[in-house]
C-alpha cells in the first residue's frame, strides 16, 4: 500500500487553486481523497510531494498535511500486521492438519498392513485357497 499527497493541477477553483488529495495505491488499485486544502500550482513541489518554500502559510498546511499522512500510514500498518497474523496463523492451521491427515493416514495403512499380515498368515496355516476373497474382506472392514 502506497499513500502519497498529490496536488490535481487539472483543477483549478476559481480562486486559481488547486486541491491536494491523498492517493492510496493497492494491487494498482488507487483511490483519491481530498485533504481539504487547496494551494497554488507554483507553491507544490510534486518530486518532494510537499509545499514549497515561499508558500504562505507554508508550516500550517505542511504540519496537516503530515499529521495527516502519518495517521493514515499508521491505520494502514495495523490493518496489515492484523492481517497478517491472521494468514500466519491460518497457514500454521493447515501445516497442521495436513501433518495429522498425513499420521492417520500412516497410521491406517500400518493397520491394513498389520491385518494383511495376519490374515496371510492364517492363510498359510489352513491352507486357504481362496486368500484374494480374505483380503478384500480385510480391505472392505477397514473403510
Same mark, same amino acid.
Given at each position: ?21 491523498? &492517493?492510496? #495505491?493497492?494491487?494498482?488499485? =488507487? ?5 481539504? *486544502?487547496?494551494?497554488?500550482p507554483h507553491d507544490w513541489d510534486k518530486d518532494a510531494e510537499m509545499i514549497t518554500a515561499d508558500c504562505p ?27 497478517? &497474523?491472521? #494468514?500466519?496463523?491460518?497457514? =500454521? ?5 495436513? *501433518? ?44
Open positions: 500500500m502506497k499513500i502519497k499527497a498529490i496536488h490535481r493541477s487539472s483543477i483549478v477553483c476559481k480562486n486559481g487553486k488547486s486541491p491536494l488529495m491523498l &492517493r492510496f #495505491i493497492h494491487e494498482r488499485t =488507487s483511490k483519491r481523497l481530498s485533504l481539504g *486544502i487547496s494551494v497554488e502559510d507554508r508550516a500550517a498546511l505542511q504540519s496537516r498535511i503530515d499529521s495527516t499522512l502519518a495517521t493514515y500510514r499508521k491505520i494502514f500498518k495495523s490493518e496489515i500486521n492484523s492481517y497478517g &497474523r491472521q #494468514i500466519r496463523d491460518k497457514e =500454521s492451521a493447515v501445516r497442521i492438519h495436513k *501433518i495429522e491427515k498425513t499420521m492417520q493416514m500412516l497410521e491406517r495403512s500400518r493397520l491394513i498392513a498389520e491385518v494383511m499380515e495376519n490374515e496371510m498368515q492364517v492363510c498359510v496355516k489352513t491352507r486357504c485357497r481362496n486368500w484374494n476373497k480374505t483380503f478384500l474382506n480385510v480391505r472392505i472392514s477397514m473403510r
